[in-house]
């Protein structure tokens, strides 16, 4: 049934040492930013505006930096190795967006919403890298995922 989507497994890519780690620190600043924009968002806006207006610097952000990327750029060429991962990846970050613009608008503690969300995230990504991609499940996963099951019930009990 998942066999079309095995398929889709990326091609590893390397690189020195220092760049994951700048990645990873982009990735990381940029998390705790989401969450604490989101969080301050003003009651009284519709959340739904303010994605369109987000959604819509985000999209002359992405246009100023792919005009200023080293290399050529021709649309006809790049646009015919885009799929449904475009819109697929749009549907989901619009539901990530609402999910915490509402999350946070409902009281949902900030110092909370990402770690459960991701906690969450982490356990049912396990299953679907082991499932899908057919990645190894080591007893370090094992370990994690009982952590990470074990730290939901602690931050949710109260």
Request: a positive charge; glycine letters at 8%; proline letters at 5%.
């Amino acid at each position: 049934m998942l066999g079309w989507l095995r398929q889709l497994r990326p091609s590893p890519v390397s690189y020195p040492l220092p760049m994951p780690l700048a990645w990873l620190s982009l990735a990381i600043l940029c998390t705790v930013g989401y969450h604490v924009v989101l969080k301050v968002t003003p009651a009284g806006v519709n959340p739904l505006l303010s994605l369109l207006v987000t959604y819509a610097l985000v999209t002359v952000l992405f246009a100023g930096v792919l005009l200023v990327a080293p290399g050529g750029f021709e649309w006809r060429q790049e646009l015919r190795h885009l799929n449904w991962t475009a819109l697929a990846l749009a549907a989901v970050i619009v539901g990530l967006d609402l999910g915490f613009l509402y999350l946070y608008r409902g009281g949902f503690e900030v110092s909370l919403g990402a770690l459960v969300t991701q906690s969450a995230a982490a356990m049912l990504l396990l299953v679907v890298g082991v499932a899908v991609f057919r990645e190894k499940l080591t007893a370090a996963n094992v370990a994690g995922l009982v952590l990470c099951l074990v730290g939901l019930w602690l931050v949710n009990r109260r």
